[in-house]
Each structure stands twice: as C-alpha cells, then as structure tokens.
DNA sequence: GTTCATGGATGAATCGATTCAATACAAATT
DNA sequence: AATTTGTATTGAATCGATTCATCCATGAAC
C-alpha cells in the first residue's frame, strides 16, 4: 500500500524531471536560456546515459567510452551544464580549496606570497580564498569560522591574535595550517618563515663594510617578533664589529613614521648623528628618505639606508634603496606545498619548519662612499 | 515484498545514525574530538529537540522559544558544531558570497577596490571571493567558471578579455555582474568607473597653470581605454589652452618604460626638452622621477610631472609626486551596492552607469618654479 | 464549551552531485 | 563450450543542511 504510493510518486517525479528538462530544450533551441541551469540529470537524460556515466565523464572521463563520452560533453555543451559545487562537495566530502589568512592583503609583501601559495595550489587544481584579517583578531576569527564552514582543504596563516589552539583543534578536525611568515613555536604546526636575525646581521655587516662607524636602527614595537629579531641580528652584528648601535624606537613601521624619525635625526649636530640607518621595514626607509631628500642630507653621502622586504618600491625610488629581500613568492609556494602534504597525508608526515634566509640587495642608497 | 524491505533498511539506516551520534558523543567526553565534527542531526539529539528546531536556532533564532534555544546553543557549543556551508547552500539554493576578479591583486588600486567591496559585502553578511586574471584572458575565463559553478550570487568584474556576452548569460542565469573601473558599452549591465578624460584634463591644465608651455604625454598602449581617455582628455585641454602636446607613447605601464623614457628625455637639448609631464599612471611617473634624478634634472624646477592614481608611493617618494586620485575604496562600495541591489533584485532595478570624477592631489613634483 | 487564532515545534522530503555494489557484455583463457 | 577476467555502465543510496506542510498547545473570542 505505502509501497504502491511510493511507487506513483516516484513516477510522478520521474515525468515532472522529463518535461523540465524538454522544456529546457525547448527554452534554448527558441529563446534565451534562462532560469535555474540545467542539472546533471537532465544532461544525463539528454544524452541517454545513466547519471554515473556523466559523473565519470567529468571526474574520470578516461573510464568512459569515446561514444558516450562525446554523447555527454555534447549535452552538457547544448545546455550549457554548470555542474554545482556545493553538490559536489557535500557529497565526496573535500572542496577544492584552501583557506589563506593574512595581516594586510594590501601590503605587497602578502600578495606576492599568496600568489606563489595560489600557483601551488592552481598546479593541484584547488582554488585559493585569499582573507584579510587587517591586524584585527575579531576579523580573524570571522575568517577562521568562515572556513570552517566552507571546509577547506587547508589553511595558510599570518597569525594576529591567540589562535593556535584553535588551530589545533580545526587540525585534530581535518583542516591542517601551516603558519606563514612565522617560526611554530610548537612543532604542532609546519612553517614557513624567514631568518630575520641573519637578514638584521647581513643588514648591519653591510652597513659597517660601507664604511658607517655610527649606525643606528629604526624600528618597532619590539612585541612584533619581526622587528625584536632584526635588531638582534643587528646588534649582534654590530658588537661583533665593535662599533655602537644607536636606537630609534617606534610605534609602528609606518611611512610617516620613517619621515618623523628622519626630521629628528636631519636636527642632529652632524658628528652625533648615524652615519648610516638600518630601517626594520621599507615604508621606513622610504619615510627617512623622503625626509633627508627635503632636508638637504645626501644618500648615501651624508647618511645610508637600508631596509628590509626589498618591495618593488625599494628599487623604484629616486635614490634606489638598498634593502634585505625574502624570498616572498617562493614562500608561498614552499607553505603551500607543506599544507598539501598534510593533507594528502602521506601517513609519515612530519612537521617542518622551512626557514629562508633573506639575501642582501644592493643599490645606490649604500654606495660606498 | 520489495515495500518491507524499503523499511528494514530505513530501520538499519536509523540504527547507525543513533550509533554514531552516541560514539561521537562519548568521544568528546572522554577523548580529544576528532574525526569529522558533528552535524545538525548530532546537535539535535543532543538538545532533545528536532532538526528543524536547530535549523531555526540557526537561521531564525527569534522564532524558537527561550527555553530550547538555550539547550541548541549549549549543544551546538559543546560538539563544536560547524555547520556545513556547502550543504546549506545546495538545500537553500543561495551561497553568501560575491565573485570579484581583478586584472592585478598586486596592484594597489585593485586591492583597494576590493576592501571597499568586502566591507559592502561584510554588511551583507555575504564574503568576497577574489581571484586575479592577471590580465591572461584564459584565467579570466577559468575564474568565471570557478565562479558559475561555486555559484556565487554576483560578480564584480574589470574584464580583460571578451567576456560581456558571457557576463550575459551568467546574469540571464540568475549570476548578475558589475563592471568595474570600466565603463559599460552597453545598458546590459551597471559599472562604476572613473571619468578618465576629465582626470587627463584636469591633470593637463595644472600643468599649464603652474607655468609648463612645453607639455608631454607618457603613455600606452592605446588599446587600453584609460589610456586613450586619459590622453584624450589631456590632448583637448592642451588644445583649449594653447599649448602643443608632445606625445611619448609606451607598450606598457610600468616602472621600466618611465625610466626608459626619462633618460630619452634627459638626452633632449634643453629647449627641446618638455617642461613638464603627465604620465598615464604613477608607476611610469616614478620611474621618470628616477631617471631625472638620475641624470641630475631637478623636479619640478626642470620639468614637472603629474601621475595617475595616486598610490601610496606617490606620496612617500622622494619628491612627492602630484597625481590624480581616484577613490578607489568608494568605488569597490559603490560597485557591491549595486550588485546587491541587482541581487536583490527590486524589481525595477535599472542599470545604472557612476561615473566618478577624479581628483588632483597637487604635491612638491608640480610646485610652481 | 466550542471554535479560532497563533506562535512553536516537528520531521519527511528535498537540493544536485558522487559513490559503489551490482550488472552487462566482450574478450581472453581453459 | 564453459569459465574467467576485465571494462563499461547503471541507479539507488547518500552527503548535511533547509523547507514547509502539519501538528500541538495555549489562550482569546464567542
């Protein structure tokens, strides 16, 4: 009885999918296609093959006879078949995608990483959700809740507030992260990230090779573990050498930061002040510069400079500027491939902390004089 | 016969789900959870409620009663549910999100662009999907698709290559799109744009009115409508003014092309020379800057410049540089407004064309000598 | 005491793909 | 001729949420 009912309505189904689908025809032979899109189905019953078959063809159309096979990529073409993604995810279980998170999308530093991260993750054929926590810990876990939702295959992150429990815990659920432009503190976590102690001593061995008795470094918050390892690298260095390294605090490693502390050092007696500055970022740099060009000081005569990121900026100033370059494309690239290691989870898979040491570019802001 | 047998295995299918939803409960108690996380049936039993009564926990919670919100929540918070945004959006035939594809993620007027956008699409509760064309007409297309079959609800696009007819057909389809930083050819669709050749024009009258009787265009290739507007613009208002407009045109628009062209300057005899240049965009007119202050020409003393766009850089160069400002976050804004009105579809939506007018922000490369 | 209205709650049906056990068929082997 | 092997194809069950017709309980109105 159920059963007899069960039947008739799946009948009933069966005829409404049938006329959908003529009707769709019809609505494309005679007019503009339009409304909701064709659906596998209807593709299916187009070209007279089972649902499977279509499947095949799109996910493994090798195991699919070349008549069938031309049969359905006719139909899909004549309907103009989008297959749905949400469908297909939530069926097999795994989208397509990797979640990346960072502090800024609009620093360059950032783009060009997620870029070397997008081509790893293109080369494997998923896409990649670029996110902006903006230095904003309530923004970054917006951005983390929404990739749980979509589940992603994994995460790429510059991590702003407290989250590596909670990265932990979206692991111990499947979605593994590896940390970007940051050295795991655990060995819970792969990371990329850059030895910014060696790149502060190359910085600093560089200024003092130029000929600079007084250097001094620019720089801060010194909670940024940036801005604390690239002074340490430097003042190292500088004892090493043994020549004194002064201190220019800031706030932040802003442009306008950089010029402040340039006017400051422009109202200094000639023989108090450096000889050559060590900026822990390239805003910073191109800040002071600005402020020597206006106010009279010659680069690199009366004062050199070198920065760090080595942004395409760095070289496109009037006075090129010599600064420390990461690797930032092949970091992404390197974090990229870690996290689809992880995922594909070749069982012995075992966290690494990839670290590259940035390089010294040289350019006219530290001629030698 | 085959009816009783339709209903034992609804019986087993049952009889597993229990099972399951007790394991992963005790996992929780006793061990790490882990494994895939729980779902929307997981919470319900939990909470001693139907799915239905979550389902409005999480999409109406105004419409369940204190009492079992209350217990949803607690259970919701106690498996750590996440819900599954791909099988949210197949059931309900919306996903929350909005396509944007740019010509250039590194570039920074797009990224700008795209945080006015996010922040529309935030108060929407929607998120932004971006993806980068890179100014390759196959990835352009590649995206669309990548777009179509996430379905996103709309897209906003600088389009590359020829993709209107199929922007059409995507908005016939229920995916609407808004053109941006182009202006719409036709009345298919609505776009946000900047009045180029009012900015050229503008830019070309400052020049004059700081005193410049030898003006030149650096720019190309005029394929590109910004560029043809933008010297358009120019050329009228030299014409207007009096004055010749000497053209130097460029294959592109970057740094390299400006420095190439500024040491052919610099090679001119003085009076040859011109007195002042309007380069398409900023990055050709730092590398003019370079080149002049490479081969010892004073700006603007000797020849004056005007950018495009006003970047970040163009102020933080040494010279600040005067250039043309578009307002690249209210157009992102403006842009996601539209869409969502279009999305939203009050039915006498009309295509709508902004048109912003760009303004000059005048700086140390135009001061009058 | 009965009817009606209403806000809350329910759960089977549904969205559109993929999966996989079952089957059909051809070719190879015994 | 019978059996085995292997490849191509099928279609019902499934993924995890939302939807919506239906039901329930409570209180107001008659």
Redesign the interface.
Known sequence: M??QQ?NTRMATVNAVTLMKRIDSIHQWRFS??????AKLTDVAALARVSVGTVSNVLNRPDQVSFDKRSRVLAAIDEL?F??????R??RSGS?RSLGMLVLD??N?FF??V??GA?NVAEDHKH?L????SAEDAGREQAYL??F????VQGVLITPYGQVLQRLE?MR???IPSVLVDRLASTDQFCSVSVDDVAGGATALEHLVSVGSVRPAFVGGPFTLQQVEDRYRGAADAAARAGVPLQLFETPDLK?ERGRQVGDLMGNLQPDKRPDAVFAAND?LA??L??SF?ANGLRVPEDIAIVGFDDI??AS?????LTSISQPRQLIGERAAQLLFDEIDDEPGHVHSQVVFTPELVARQSTRRR
Request: glycine share 8%; aromatic share 4%; net charge negative.
């Open positions: 159920a059963c069960a503009v296609p339009s409304g909701p899109g103009g989008v297959r749905n993604e949400s469908a995810s939530l989208t999308v609009r360059p783009t060009d997620a870029m997008e896409s959700i670029l996110a902006n809740d929404l749980e939702q979509q589940r815990r111990d659920r499947g442009f805003q191109l800040g510069l600005q060009a395409d900026f496109q100033s009037s006075i090129p």
